[in-house]
């Protein structure tokens, strides 16, 4: 017998609900694969359903099992499949939850074959933010008409938005700290910073063309009023509620649903071919999930957090998931290069 552990929760609250429990691995039912899990990703709306925040929309089933998106290995395989062997490499979703495992139990159409060329890291984050990305994206039937402002643009969510517009020809406004700009001009945006006076400065940048498009990942009562003011037409403005409901819809999709594998087929194939790079700003070994959820709660990572089921730990550097991230390394010394310089325009202060 193999064990295994999986996340686990028996009621809903913050992380201290969570752990990590003995797991035995599955055997496959007819139409259903055994993959042994390599990576998998994290998202706020995970966190949301255990807090309790998504109880008018999902009503969970205690003990509940965590997590949606899944790249790994196919272990065994039930009666009825054929189109897949032991040993392929696949990725998919959890219909039920239940990624933050090292085993799962899935419906063969909850998998596609993992390209060779797409990494375990993002095959294993893709699915839910990339979904989203590609509704909500599609949903504006963007073109090079268009020029399109998109809040939280380094998110999970936010960056994949990003480049798929820019992918069909848009001229994309991201929105974002200023920490995050570097970033989102090297995915083809042209970033503003949020707060007072953001209705000029997207104006001014997009140097005389029309705001055709806006979406909100943000969630400030304020975006719909600012696209108004840019305006934007009501049918092309994206709340961030609708977001929540299209990731919503995604989070639980049964498995006999054929949009998330075409979908997910796309963006597999957009990453394979370069059209979109999907940004890892945390990598951390599965007993450290807690430590993973907590990084993505601070809202500062860009791109994706995703746990790792196989990463090898030396004894060298217990620690390392504790030491300072690069993010926050880069961001401290820019702040202090701007005192410095201050300090310097201004005179001494002793």
């Known amino acids: 017998?193999?064990?295994?552990?999986?996340?686990?929760?028996?009621?809903?609250?913050?992380?201290?609900?969570?752990?990590?429990?003995?797991?035995?691995?599955?055997?496959?039912?007819?139409?259903?694969?055994?993959?042994?899990?390599?990576?998998?990703?994290?998202?706020?709306?995970?966190?949301?359903?255990?807090?309790?925040?998504?109880?008018?929309h999902i009503e969970l089933d205690f003990p509940a099992r965590q997590g949606v998106d899944f790249a790994g290995i196919v272990r065994a395989r039930g009666e009825g499949i054929k189109d897949l062997r032991v040993g392929d490499e696949v990725m998919g979703h959890a219909p039920n939850g239940g990624s933050h495992a090292t085993w799962l139990a899935v419906p063969r159409s909850a998998v596609i074959k993992k390209p060779e060329h797409v990494g375990w890291e993002v095959a294993?984050?893709?699915?839910?933010?990339?979904?989203?990305?590609?509704?909500?994206?599609?949903?504006?039937?963007?073109?090079?008409?268009?020029?399109?402002?998109?809040?939280?643009?380094?998110?999970?969510?936010?960056?994949?938005?990003?480049?798929?517009?820019?992918?069909?020809?848009?001229?994309?406004?991201?929105?974002?700290?200023?920490?995050?700009?570097?970033?989102?001009?090297?995915?083809?945006?042209?970033?503003?910073?949020?707060?007072?006076?953001?209705?000029e400065r997207i104006r001014a940048i997009a140097d005389g063309r029309p705001i055709t498009a806006f979406i909100d990942n943000h969630g400030e009562s304020r975006a719909e009023e600012l696209a108004e003011r840019l305006g934007v037409a009501p049918g092309r403005f994206v709340s961030s509620e609708a977001r929540r409901d299209i990731e919503i819809r995604f989070l639980r999709a049964p498995a006999d649903d054929e949009e998330p594998r075409e979908l997910l087929t796309l963006l597999a194939k957009a990453v394979?071919?370069?059209?979109?790079?999907?940004?890892?700003?945390?990598?951390y070994p599965f007993e450290y999930i807690v430590e993973a959820y907590e990084d993505l709660a601070e809202m500062k990572s860009r791109g994706k957090v995703v746990i790792g089921m196989q990463t090898v730990e030396t004894g060298a550097r217990m620690d390392w998931y504790r030491s300072e991230k690069a993010r926050d390394l880069r961001d401290r010394y820019a702040d202090a290069r701007g005192s410095d310089t201050e300090t310097m325009a201004g005179g001494s202060t002793s």
Not at 22 to 42: H, K, M, N, T, Y
């Open 124 to 199: 294993g984050g893709l699915y839910l933010a990339g979904c989203t990305a590609v509704s909500v994206v599609r949903g504006l039937k963007l073109g090079p008409q268009d020029t399109v402002v998109i809040t939280a643009a380094a998110g999970g969510v936010g960056h994949i938005e990003c480049q798929l517009a820019h992918d069909a020809g848009a001229t994309v406004i991201s929105l974002g700290s200023a920490r995050n700009h570097d970033y989102l001009r090297q995915i083809g945006t042209l970033p503003v910073v949020y707060g007072e006076g953001e209705e």
């Open 1 to 56: 017998m193999r064990i295994g552990s999986a996340v686990q929760y028996d009621r809903y609250g913050d992380f201290d609900v969570v752990e990590l429990v003995p797991q035995e691995r599955p055997d496959a039912g007819p139409g259903e694969v055994v993959v042994e899990i390599v990576a998998a990703g994290l998202n706020h709306i995970e966190r949301f359903l255990r807090e309790g925040k998504l109880r008018d």
């Open 272 to 283: 394979q071919d370069r059209r979109v790079q999907v940004l890892i700003s945390g990598f």
